[in-house]
C-alpha cells in the first residue's frame, strides 16, 4: 500500500489547496457572471411552486411602462394555487417577482450588480415587450406575498404589488376589489 503525505512539502499542501479553491469556484463565478439565477423556494414563507392543472384560476397582470402592474393588489386563500398570466404591456422589459420584502430587496441589488441577470426559478418571470410569461404559485402561508419589477429603477419607480393570503377556510376573493366591466356595460342588479 503506497502513503501519500504533504507533511514535508507546505508549499505543495498550499498549492494543492489553492489550486482546489480555485477548481471549486470558477463554475459558481462563471455562473454569477453570465447573469444566472436559480433558487429554491422549498421551505418558503412565500409559498411553493404550483402544479398548473391544480391551479384554481388564471389571473391576468399587465406590466406597463408607467412603471404599474396591474391589478397590483391579488386576494387568493391560504393553500390556493394560481395561474399568473403576465403580460409585458410596454416597450421595455419587465418581471414579476414574488418574495418577502428581504427577498425582493436582497435579490434587487443583485439585479443592480448584474443588469442581466436572467432568472431561471418558479417563483419568477421576465418577459420581453409584447410578450406574456406564466408564473404557477401555490400560496402555503396566510399573510402577505410581495411582488415586484426588480429591472433596475423600476422598484423606485413603484413597480410593486401584494398578494393578500387568506388564512382558514375564508375565502379571500370576498375582500378584493371587484373586476373592472368593460367599458359601455351597464350596471345592474
Known sequence: MTHFSLSGCPHTATKLALAMLIITTIPMS???AAGEHRGSHAESPIGQPGVAAQASRTVDVDMTDAMRFQPARLDVRQGETLRLRVRNA????HELVLGTQAELKAHYEQMKRFPG???EDP???SV???QIGEIVWKFTEAGTVDFACLQPGHVEAGMVGQVAVAGGAGDARKNSTPPARPAGAAHRH
Open 117 to 119: 441577470m436572467e432568472h
Open 30 to 32: 462563471t455562473a454569477w
Open 128 to 130: 420581453a415587450p409584447g
Open 90 to 93: 410596454g416597450q421595455i422589459k
Open 123 to 125: 417563483s419568477m418571470v
